[in-house]
């Protein structure tokens, strides 16, 4: 079974970087698909950040495009990301996912981790 | 960037009611449209696929449709499980775009 998990700080000073890991188990992030990450705002509404694909290339919301960065490190099956310059706008639940623009876009998930950017 | 405008934001409705959240694209989009049921502190997940296709192990009374740039989730007998969010989103173009959700409550 695809499980995803995320994992990071819960609390980040405005003007820091926020940094967070999914963890992929059940799949080889290497073998296939694209690799997302995705936000939840206070409020309902949801922003895609970007992905790495299998292949290590990257894609990014243009919105985010000068502050977020997405890496990966294929020996541990894991993908980062990396959002720099945070401000209290950016306090969201985070989650991975697997896909981006697919028959299935975004077909697992991980279960999300708060984020509040707060001093 | 596409708009997708998502309505109602909220909703109450009763068990056994017919219920139907839409979403309107700012352009053109074709089928390229899923929607998301969200239950509080779970991860998304898929419900209807390519507008209308109905995703593995999905009650049947779900049900998607497209009228032009109108895209429907029905939810033909409302059940207690189904209260949750319901987050519709394109992915005809980059970025892919979510609609504003909808609560959808008990009565």
């Known amino acids: 079974e695809i499980q995803l998990q995320e994992s990071g700080p819960g609390l980040v000073k405005p003007s820091q970087s926020l940094s967070l890991t999914c963890s992929v188990t059940?799949?080889?992030?290497?073998?296939?698909?694209?690799w997302s990450w995705i936000r939840k705002f206070p409020g309902n509404k949801m922003e895609w950040m970007g992905y790495?694909?299998?292949?290590?290339?990257?894609n990014y919301n243009p919105s985010l495009k000068s502050r977020i960065s997405i890496t990966r490190d294929t020996s541990k099956n894991q993908f980062f990301l990396q959002l720099n310059s945070v401000t209290t706008e950016d306090t969201a639940t985070y989650y991975c996912?697997?896909?981006?623009?697919?028959?299935?876009?975004?077909?697992?998930w991980g279960q999300g981790v708060m984020v509040t950017v707060s001093s | 960037d596409i708009q997708m405008t998502q309505s109602p934001s909220s909703m109450s409705a009763s068990l056994g009611d017919r219920v139907t959240i839409t979403c309107q694209a700012s352009q053109d989009i074709g089928n390229n449209l899923i929607w998301f049921q969200q239950k509080p502190g779970k991860s998304p997940r898929p419900m209807i696929y390519?507008?209308?296709n109905l995703a593995n192990g999905v009650p049947s009374r779900f049900s998607g449709s497209r009228s032009g740039s109108d895209y429907s989730l029905t939810i033909s007998s409302l059940e207690s499980e189904d209260m949750a969010d319901y987050h519709c989103?394109?992915?005809?173009?980059?970025?892919?775009?979510f609609g504003g959700g909808t609560k959808l409550e008990l009565k």
């Open positions: 996912a697997r896909g981006a623009m697919m028959v299935i876009p975004f077909d697992y």
């Open positions: 059940g799949y080889t992030i290497t073998s296939g698909y694209d």
């Open positions: 790495i694909s299998y292949s290590g290339s990257t």
């Open positions: 989103l394109q992915y005809k173009q980059y970025p892919p775009t």
């Open positions: 390519y507008a209308t």
